[in-house]
Every structure is written in C-alpha cells, then in structure tokens.
C-alpha cells in the first residue's frame, strides 16, 4: 500500500468520525448526555466569576435548574442575561463537579467569556462547548492508526484498527457532549502512543516532553488522571529491556555510553517533577481537606439504602459492574437511558475478551508491548471498581455507570484487539475477511447507536421516524434539522467511502509490512534510542 492511498484511507475515516461526533453533538438533546447539566453548570459558574467551593459544597445555579426541568422549545429560548436576571442565585442541588480541579471549566468558561455568552440564548453556549470537545477529540482515529502502526509494522491493521472505534458509539456521545472526559481521551491517547513509542525505542527527549504534557494534562483535570504517574514509570522502566534483548557487542557499547537505568529514570523523573509541580498543590489541599484524594461530593445527599438480607453481597456487585460498566462502555445513549441490547453488548465485550486471552496462547509480535500497555486500562478498571466498592459499602447503591472512565484507555484497549486478532488470524484469505467485517460492523453498531439515541430523544423510545419526531428534533435541538441533516451526509459518506477503501485494500495481496516513511506521527520503531543530535 502507498503513502499516498494510506493517507486518504485514514483521512476517509477520521472524516467519518468527525461526522459521527457532529451527529451526536447535534442531535442529542440539550443536558442529554451523561452528567452534562453539571458540566454546563459548572462552566457557567466560573465565566461568572463565582469561585470553586469544596467538593460537596458547590450548588447548581438556579437558572441551570430551571432549564434542565423544564426545557422549552427554541424560539422561547432566553439569553443568558434574561434567564440569570429572572433565575437568580443557586439551588439546593449539589453540583459534584467540584470535587475535581478546575482546569477543564476554566479553559470551558474562558470560551463562553470570549463568545459574550451573556448576549446569547444558553443553546448557544451548550452548542458551543460541545463543538469545542469534538475538536478535542477529532484525531483519535490518527492515534490509534499511529499506536498500532509501530507495534505491528503493518498498513492494513493500523487502517482497520481505527474502525472499532465506531464499535463504541457510547464513546462518540460522550465526547461529542459537554464533558471533561474529552481532554481526558485525548491526552490518554496521546499517553498511549508515545508511551508505545518508548517501548518500541524512542528515548528523544521530545517525547518524554510529550509524556510529560500528557500527564499533567491527565493530573490536573481528574483523580483518575494520576495512576497515568505509575503507568509512565513502569514504561520507563520496562522499555530499556529492549535494549537488553540486543547481543553482547550492543551491550557493551550501551555500558561505553550511558546506564540504561540512568537515562530511563532521568526521563521518568522529568515526567513526574512536571506533574507535580503544576497539580499536585491541588490534590495535598484535597487531601489535607477531605482526607481522600477523590471525595464523593453527592454523600452528604445520597440516601442510604438498608442492605437486603444477609448484608454486602460481593456476586451482586460484581454482577452489577459488569452490567453497567460494559454497558456505558459500548452504549447507554442519552444520560445512560437508552441502551443498546444488552445481548449486542455481551457479545461485543465477550469476544473482545476472549481474543485476548486466546491470543496469549499463539506467539505474535507487538505482544510485549500489547501487554505493558494494558497496564493503563487495568489500573482504570482497578481504580474505578475500588471507588464503586467504597460507595457501595457506605450508601449499599452499586452504581456501575462508569464505562466512560475506561475512554482514557481506548487506544490501549484498541491495540490489543488489533495484536490479538492478528496474532489469532494469520491466513492472509481470513485476514481480508475479517477487515471486511469489522468495517462494515463497526460502521453498522455506530449507525444503530445514532439511531438508538435519536428515538430515543425524539420519537418516544419507537424504533420509527415519523413527521412528529422529525418537528421535535427541529423545535427542540441545539442547532436545527439542517445541520444535523449535514453532520448525518457527512457520516454516511465518509463510512461507506471507508468501508469501500478497507474492502478494496483486503483484496490487494500483501507485500510488505515495513513501514512507510513520510506519514503523520509515524516512524518505524528503533532498536538504537532516538536521540537529538547536540545530545549524540
């Protein structure tokens, strides 16, 4: 395959998923994503200069209330001066966002600030924020093409990888909604492939400055973003193996210039020094203040549930988590109402699994790497499951609604999909066959979720479209019917256009895996560490 059809493969689909982002930014109702009213809130709190109180000790806006309970069609909408001025002052509703730092809605209410938010109906605000996180968001496609290009020397695989993507629509809803989950993705996927780049041989100093970035991005907007910390230090740690694999003549040279161990803990140090440095005032204060680094803000208001007989029941919890978290990973539309079937569910997390573990049992390239990059989705998964565990033993509510949480680890849960599948398929007919597949199902489950989400808001939960659904979307949308009419074309001709490319590409016979030089944020992965020249 050529540079040139690579790029427009991968331009083709990174096409497709802006149109898919735009789809459900535009069509979802106003605070119809998950926790949207809080983020809303919380932006419009800080653009009008009214602080950031303690976890648990920060209110929602009246007016913010007053538009999320009763929502009125869009020519009733009023400016935000009109609605503030006849709204005034907070409600009783807690508003849990101030249990993280402040850094998304400061950046958030710098963008309202700088449209005079004030002058403008709050659609417009909502609208606005929402297309700021499809921005954010839009390269994904590119990151999970760059990760697993450098793990497995193959165009074809890191063309279809992208694909799955579109088999999590419950990602695209989330990211495309008003969220600070999507500088989490992005700064995860960024995480993510440079830390690959580490393990396949790159010790530039500019990436480490990458991972640095990365990391304080992650630390400095959410608790979760810490375990990045150890995850770095362990990649750090474990990429000079790479250089122990080499023979004795290699070594001996390594041992004439630098200790491996010196260098890897020199660029692990600078990581951790930048993140502490600009968020760890943050999370001593939270600790100091709350005795916890990640306070349940809605505590002090969460009714505590007698347990049934027989007390904590460890099976219903597990069975709880599994339940909820696969289903607000894969889909669970709106704000977590309107789920995909759970079989089409079970079956998706299922298989994924089972690959997985099945492809331990073959020998593949890229499975070192594959299995240190997992580090990242299983310390979420650890993370998530122990803050569920602790709010279950104090309110014995098993919320398990977080899938959402394991979108920072997205590019690593790609990854091993793409390594294990190609570990599993080596026939190069069952290869093509199966490229085929998952880009017209993962095109297909992104289409069904759009749709989901659609009936959902406009139709009454019916699997129809009728003129009544088609009236309400267009009276009570963010943006109208024609501009979700535009994001919905774009969509379905930057898939099919993909989907046409894949399914040409899988019949072209293989000749080579090495990889093509001149591409966006790619180079071949480097036994020799990648050095800037003044530092050779």
């Known amino acids: 395959m050529t540079a040139r059809r690579e790029w427009v493969v991968l331009g083709t689909i990174t096409v497709a998923w802006l149109g898919l982002l735009l789809g459900f930014a535009l069509l979802t109702p106003a605070f119809g994503a998950p926790d949207e009213p809080a983020h809303v809130d919380a932006a419009f709190r800080l653009a009008l200069g009214l602080g950031w109180p303690h976890g648990g000790e920060m209110h929602y806006l009246a007016a913010i209330r007053q538009i999320v309970e009763h929502p009125v069609p869009a020519v009733d909408r009023p400016t935000v001066d009109a609605l503030l001025a006849a709204v005034p002052g907070d409600s009783p509703a807690i508003d849990p966002m101030s249990q993280n730092p402040p850094t998304y809605w400061l950046v958030a209410a710098g963008i309202l600030r700088l449209i005079r938010f004030g002058a403008h109906d709050w659609a417009t605000s909502v609208l606005v924020l929402r297309l700021f996180d499809v921005v954010l968001v839009t390269a994904l496609p590119v990151l999970v093409w760059a990760t697993v290009r450098r793990v497995t020397r193959s165009p074809r695989t890191a063309l279809v990888a992208p694909l799955l993507l579109f088999a999590v629509p419950q990602l695209a809803q989330v990211a495309a909604g008003v969220t600070s989950w999507a500088p989490m993705i992005l700064l995860g996927a960024v995480l993510v492939w440079l830390s690959v780049r580490v393990l396949t041989g790159d010790r530039s100093w500019w990436t480490t400055a990458g991972l640095a970035v990365a990391v304080t991005g992650l630390a400095a907007i959410s608790a979760l973003g810490l375990l990045a910390v150890p995850f770095v230090v362990l990649v750090f740690a474990l990429a000079r193996d790479e250089r122990g694999e080499r023979g004795d003549r290699d070594r001996d040279r390594d041992q004439r210039t630098a200790r491996p161990w010196r260098r890897a803990a020199l660029h692990a140090g600078v990581v951790i020094v930048a993140a502490a440095a600009v968020s760890g005032w943050w999370w001593v204060r939270t600790l100091l203040v709350s005795g916890t680094l990640l306070p349940d803000a809605l505590r002090g208001v969460t009714t505590v549930q007698p347990y049934p007989s027989g007390g904590a029941n460890p099976g219903a919890f597990a069975g709880r988590q599994w339940d909820g978290l696969t289903a607000s990973f894969f889909g669970d539309f709106g704000a977590n109402q309107w789920p995909l079937p759970p079989m089409v569910v079970d079956a998706l997390a299922i298989i994924g699994l089972v690959a997985l573990g099945w492809s ?38 098993g919320n398990g609604l977080q899938g959402r949480f394991l979108f920072v680890a997205v590019v690593a849960l790609v990854l091993s999909q793409a390594v294990a599948w190609r570990a599993l398929v080596v026939r190069p007919e069952l290869r093509r066959r199966l490229a085929r597949i998952a880009a017209v199902g993962s095109f297909a489950i992104a289409l069904y979720g759009i749709g989901i989400a659609y009936r959902g808001a406009w139709e009454n939960v019916q699997f129809r479209v009728t003129p009544g659904g088609l009236s309400a979307m267009a009276g009570g949308s963010l943006a109208g019917p024609l501009p979700i009419a535009l994001a919905g074309a774009l969509f379905l001709a930057a898939a099919v256009a993909a989907a046409a490319f894949v399914w040409r590409a899988a019949a072209v016979p293989s000749t080579t895996t090495t990889p093509v030089t001149g591409l966006p944020l790619e180079s071949p992965p480097t036994h020799e560490p990648t050095v800037r020249k003044e530092n050779s």
């Open 360 to 397: 331990y049992a073959r020998r593949g390239a890229g499975r070192r790497v594959m299995t240190i990059a997992l580090v990242w989705p299983a310390l979420v998964v650890v993370a998530t499951l122990a803050y569920n565990w602790r709010n279950y033993l104090g309110t014995h509510q």
